[in-house]
Each structure stands twice: as structure tokens, then as C-alpha cells.
């Protein structure tokens, strides 16, 4: 199971998740050193200000979307979930750059981040529900 070709394309979704963290974290120090902000503290400068909500709403997209992309990847299969684990990707990345450019700009990269993660809880629901049904029949 560990490795069929939808679980690795999941584990590869989930180290480009972890890049996407990584840079949100990378542009919030060099948003910093730019408009000489330095921690603690959190606020001072628009720009650092958008750095880190996109940091910090990333972070709190991942704690909803990797459970979900596992879960439908163990018990819906297929290439779907890393599918739409991509397409998560690339939802919060066009998020970060619509919010740094202007606040108003993050809502097509939230929309697409959002509707595939929907996507997952759809199909993690149908996969365990299908799961349970085969494991319970008489």
C-alpha cells in the first residue's frame, strides 16, 4: 500500500506542502530585515502584517487539509486526493501572493485552496463510509 503510485504522489504533495510552509515562513523573515520589524514584534508595517496572515492562515489551512488528503488517500484511492492536494498547493501559494500584493487579491487562492480541501472532506467521508460498509457486510 506504501507504495502505490497515489500514496507516493500523496507523500510528495505533502513535502510540497511543507516547502509552501517553509517559504511562507521565509518571506515573513525577509519581510522583517526589509522594513525593519524584528521580533516580537507582530505589527508596525503592511507588509509585514500580510506576511504574517498568510503564514499564519497557512498554518491553520494545514491543520485541516493534510488529515484530510490522508484519509483520502487510504480509503478513497486513486489519483484524486494528490490531485486536489496539488491543487491545494497551488491554491495557498496564489493566496500568498494575492494578499502580498493587496488584501483584496487573496480570494481566488483561498477559493481554490478551499474547494479542494472541500473536495477532500468529500471524499474522505465516501471512502471511509465505503470502507466501513465493506468491513460491516454480512
Not at 21 to 44: E, N, Q, W
Not at 71 to 89: E, N, Q, R
Amino acid at each position: 500500500m506504501l507504495a502505490a503510485p497515489a500514496t507516493i504522489l500523496s507523500a510528495a504533495v505533502t513535502i510540497l506542502t511543507a516547502l509552501v510552509l517553509y517559504y511562507s515562513m521565509f518571506v515573513v523573515g525577509r519581510t522583517r530585515g526589509r522594513v525593519k520589524i524584528f521580533p516580537p514584534a507582530m505589527t508596525g508595517h503592511p507588509d509585514l502584517e500580510r506576511a504574517l496572515r498568510v503564514q499564519g492562515n497557512t498554518v491553520e489551512q494545514v491543520v485541516i487539509f493534510l488529515p484530510l488528503l490522508w484519509v483520502a488517500t487510504l480509503y478513497f484511492h486513486g489519483w484524486a486526493p494528490p490531485a486536489l492536494g496539488l491543487i491545494w498547493c497551488i491554491g495557498r501559494v496564489l493566496y500568498g501572493i494575492g494578499y502580498m500584493k493587496e488584501a483584496n487579491k487573496r480570494g481566488p487562492g483561498f477559493a481554490i485552496a478551499s474547494l479542494a480541501c472541500l473536495a477532500l472532506l468529500v471524499l474522505s467521508v465516501w471512502g471511509v463510509g465505503v470502507s466501513w460498509m465493506a468491513a460491516n457486510a454480512v
